[in-house]
């Protein structure tokens, strides 16, 4: 394996889910801590925007966001954050499904999607965003999984 990880030859298939050799409850915590990591730094970005927000009202409106001016840019990042944020609390409520517990966590992240999104609409310029845009990728993850289930269903019993 040393010589694998210093030639730099497929040093990465290492460390690939093997079904035989990992232990699927391991798998979960890995995956449990990747996703809150991932729903800990989306949220936090989606509070505090790159280049914070305006302290002031000269020529602009202060506790907006700065990054906001170049509207394409902003546009771009928030639904790729929201989009992230919703994929990992996706996978955070199915990986605790049947957990102790579940139910105030399915409270504590939809009180926290209820948080970013009044974050983001009081640091965001009414004028630089659709917000149907940014709801619609909050939900995409869902319907995703859903269509997935959808599909396995019909074609199991084909």
Known sequence: MLNRLSTGKSWYKHFQYEEGRDKPGDVRNIM???ATLIASVTFQAGV???GGVWQDNDGHHAGRAIYAS???AY???LISNTFALSASILVIISLTHR???HFEII????SMIVTYGSAIFAVTPDESVRFRYVIAAAF???ILRCLIQLFNIVFKKG
């Not at 409270?107 to 939809?110: E, L």
């Open 32 to 34: 449990l801590v990747v």
């Open 75 to 77: 546009y771009v990042f």
């Open 107 to 110: 409270i504590a992240t939809v």
């Open 48 to 50: 505090n925007p790159p």
């Open 70 to 72: 170049q509207s394409a």
């Open 99 to 101: 957990f102790p517990f």
């Open 140 to 142: 995409v993850p869902f």
